[in-house]
């Protein structure tokens, strides 16, 4: 999802948020795990028993491309979800190098400085560049091929995170990107479309102007768009709206008891799924915010 967010810590920093959809960066760079122009009839590989929809059908649509209407929030419009993302299964485009065969593999490195330059990191976040580290690490798209993701976390919760996919990985629970949020996409207009799991995000908390646990390194957004975020009527991503129906079960949704809340749990990180207000269905922290 993506906002305008104001947060104190001696600057002031501008962030369209994409708790549940990531957004594209603005030309000329295109996000990873967005389909070309041309990609079109693309059909989603088999994947795990849990898909309940007899199939998905085939579907042309541009992750980013399509800015919607923005309210006096700063939010885009709230949208019925388009046809083409209700039982959502695009492909992912190669950002990294992808691993070799389909064994699980991940490398905790501090963070390279060419990374933390085209991520959000500045001298004002509220976690020090030596504090985080760069992990890459192995994932299986909705196309049912193995790829490379990367994700900046703090350095005490990056084995962890390391574990945890591991597991999902053997699971073979589908995500559809894994990337370092840039810059560019915190001033992005809305678009309500995107799907990329992330960690580190400097910028505050939504509607308020303390540090996010993201900012810290300390949260993973999984599969935003199959877990939306809300808060009364507000669901972020704002195409989103056909993934609240949480018993109708499709690759890449967090729920209960399931796997991702299962692993995560087993590291010691709690699930916004379980909250009240917001019910932040994708977020997973270390620190329960």
Partial sequence: MRRRATAAAGTLITFLLVGCSTPAP??????????S???????????????????????????????????????????????????????????????DGTTYASKIVPVPADVLARSTWQAACPVRSTDLRYVTLSFWGFDGRAHTGELLVNRTGAQAVATVFGKLFAERFPLEEMRVTSP????????????????FVCRPV?????????AYGLAVDVN????????????????ASAYLDRSRVRPGMVVAGGPVVRDFAAVGWSWGGAWTSPVDRMHFTATGH
Avoid: M
């Avoid at 603005?26 to 389909?35: D, I, K, L, R």
């Avoid at 088999?46 to 923005?70: E, H, I, K, M």
């Avoid at 560019?184 to 960690?199: H, K, R, V």
């Fill in 26 to 35: 603005s030309a000329p760079s295109v996000p990873p795990g967005t389909p």
């Fill in 184 to 199: 560019g996409e915190l001033d992005a207009p809305p678009t309500g479309d995107g799907n990329d799991t992330s960690a």
């Fill in 37 to 99: 122009p041309s990609a079109t009839s693309r059909t989603s590989a088999a994947l795990p028993t849990t898909r309940t929809a007899t199939s998905t059908p085939p579907v042309t649509w541009q992750v980013g491309a399509r800015p919607l209407p923005r309210r006096s929030d700063g939010f885009g419009e709230i949208l019925p979800t388009p046809p083409e993302l209700v039982n959502r299964a695009l492909p992912t485009r190669d950002f990294l190098p992808p691993p």
């Fill in 224 to 239: 935003p768009f199959c877990n939306p975020y809300t808060k009364g009527p507000l669901v972020l991503p704002e195409l």
């Fill in 206 to 214: 939504r509607g308020a102007t303390n540090w996010s646990a993201h």
